[in-house]
């Protein structure tokens, strides 16, 4: 095996604004471009969809960290890295939640 897939799906609030919607994805696909062990021409991120719940992005690339300690090291670290872009841009995940409202 030459590489693994690095892939994640997330759901950011509806009420996100678009600016910081493409904003949030140039970042972390600048972020990804670069690592040294990510593969450029794999690097996926993409507004997905539009769901219920909140707006999805898809996060996919592959790396070169084939064992799969130093691979799981190599995700973790890509992780805090979008996680730490969310907080600096302000920008929340979404949760599946319900609204119920009450009769008196």
């Known amino acids: 095996m030459e590489k693994r897939r690095y892939k994640l799906n997330l759901t950011i609030e509806l009420d996100t604004p678009l600016d910081k919607l493409e904003k949030f994805k140039s970042r972390v696909k600048d972020m ?7 593969f450029d021409d794999s690097i ?6 539009i769901s219920d719940n909140g707006l999805n992005v898809l996060i996919c690339s592959y790396t070169d960290s084939v064992d799969y300690n130093s691979y799981l090291a190599e995700k973790e670290d890509i992780n805090y890295k979008i996680m730490r872009i969310l907080q600096e841009e302000h920008i929340e995940l979404a949760y599946d939640t319900k609204t119920v409202l009450l009769k008196n």
């Open 32 to 38: 990804l471009q670069a690592r040294e062990a990510i």
């Open 44 to 49: 996926i991120v993409k507004f997905d969809t």
